[in-house]
Every structure is written in structure tokens, then in C-alpha cells.
């Protein structure tokens, strides 16, 4: 069956550690994004992709790093720099234009601090 | 910005109706809603392109006041299988086109009791 596979479903980071999260896709979808859900906040997103080997920072892209080698993978790597990092991780993927297409996600990822 | 859902939190009793609203700042080329249950990953509902166009998925449809920059879910007859929180993600203008990507709000609770 199609869909996205996200794993680990949990992880735990040290101080000063960082940490990938990975994303994979089977739906042949040329986007792909990361999210961060925290309670209350909604789903805010942290980087996204249209095409392979191409990628922009949405709205809190800091201490966050991706890459977009393949169009199937979109790994996400928690850095050290960012100092809350507990949260629930989604990814999606789409068609693109956005407009017409919806977003279909992955299980999560949750991120504890040890 | 994150559009604003409103109200927070409702209530209901089965059988019960209930609307969400979803405002934006900005102009909008399109407004998506889904549905998240406790610790699993959101589910697309709907998609709206047009203003006042209204888009039905079982007894869930949505309205968009395209000019208002305002969207609306209607629940009619609600279902105990309705419970969870809803996101309204918009896409929106930017610089005269689109940056294809989704901004959420901060999610609607709905909690329907027997």
C-alpha cells in the first residue's frame, strides 16, 4: 500500500546531541514537508520540498536542518542549536500546486529531551 | 501568520450541529481541512478553491468567502466518530503567486458525547 512512513516513532536526545528523524514516500509525490506540533500551536512547518534536491525554510526553520537527495526521502536532522526540541514531528507529502491537492501525512515522530 | 480558528473548543451531544471558522490576514488561493485524532496523524477533509464555493464529504461540508478571506465547516447531524481537533491550513498569496505551501491554525477541539 502507498502512503508515508515515518521513523522512529520515538526518540530521546542527549544535550548537545543531534538527532534525524526519517520520512519516506511510495506515493510519487514531488513535495514533501516537515512539521512541528506542539500543544495548542497547530501544525507549524519547518521546511518543505517541491523537487529533488531543492528545499525552503518556512516558518521555524532554526536549529533544523533537511536534504532532498531522492525524490522518496526527506529526512529531518534536530540540531543542537535548537533548545526545545520536545514536540510531536509529522511529515507530509503532495502534489503540487498546493491548491488543489491535499497533504497526506506520516504517523509522527515524538522527540523527548533525556 | 497563522490563520485563526474559532471557537477553541466545543461540546456537543450526538446528533448536534456545529460550524468552525477559519480567518486569514491574507489573501488566500486556497483553504484545506482535516482532522486529528488524539496521537495519530491528521486526515484530509476537504479542499476549497472558489469564493463561496461549498465542498461535501458525508455530512461535513465547508464554505470560502473568497473576498472575507474566511472559511467555515459545517457538521451536521454529528457523529461520535466526529471527535478530534480540526486544523484549517490556507495557502496564500504571495507576491502575486504561491509559495505552494499550507499555513495551519491552531485547531478546533470538537468532543461529541452519546
Known amino acids: 500500500d502507498g502512503g508515508i512512513t515515518q521513523s522512529p516513532k520515538y526518540l530521546f536526545r542527549k544535550e548537545g546531541q543531534n538527532v534525524t528523524l526519517s520520512c519516506e514516500q511510495n506515493l510519487n509525490h514531488d513535495a514533501m514537508y516537515w512539521y512541528r506540533q506542539d500543544p495548542g500551536q497547530g501544525l507549524r512547518l519547518i521546511y518543505y520540498s517541491q523537487i529533488v534536491n531543492d528545499f525552503q525554510k518556512g516558518d521555524i526553520a532554526e536549529g533544523y536542518s533537511v ?16 533548545k526545545n526540541p520536545t ?15 491535499p497533504q497526506h501525512f506520516g504517523d509522527g515522530t515524538r522527540l523527548s529531551i533525556l | 501568520q497563522q490563520p485563526v480558528q474559532s ?39 476537504m479542499i476549497l478553491l472558489k469564493g463561496g464555493e ?9 464554505s470560502f468567502n473568497e473576498k472575507k478571506q474566511q472559511s467555515s465547516l459545517y457538521l451536521t447531524a454529528s457523529q461520535l466518530s466526529y471527535s478530534g481537533t480540526y486544523f484549517c491550513g490556507t495557502e496564500s498569496v504571495n507576491g ?10 491552531k485547531g478546533t477541539l470538537l468532543t461529541v458525547n452519546p
Do not use: M
Not at chain 1, 536534504?67 to 535548537?82: G, I, M
Not at chain 1, 514536540?87 to 491537492?101: D, E, I, V
Open chain 1, 87 to 101: 514536540a510531536f514531528y509529522l511529515c507530509a507529502s503532495g502534489q503540487t500546486p498546493a491548491r488543489n491537492q
Open chain 2, 7 to 45: 471557537p477553541q473548543a466545543v461540546i456537543l451531544r450526538e446528533g448536534e450541529d456545529a460550524v468552525i471558522n477559519c480567518s486569514s490576514s491574507k489573501a488566500l488561493y486556497s483553504v484545506h481541512w482535516y482532522r486529528q485524532k488524539h496521537g495519530e496523524a491528521p486526515v484530509f477533509l
Open chain 1, 67 to 82: 536534504s532532498r537527495e531522492k525524490k522518496e526521502s526527506f529526512p529531518l536532522t534536530v540540531t543542537s542549536a535548537q
Open chain 2, 96 to 105: 502575486g503567486g504561491s509559495n505552494y505551501k499550507l499555513t495551519f491554525g
Open chain 2, 54 to 62: 461549498q465542498k461535501g464529504h458525508e455530512k461535513i461540508s465547508a
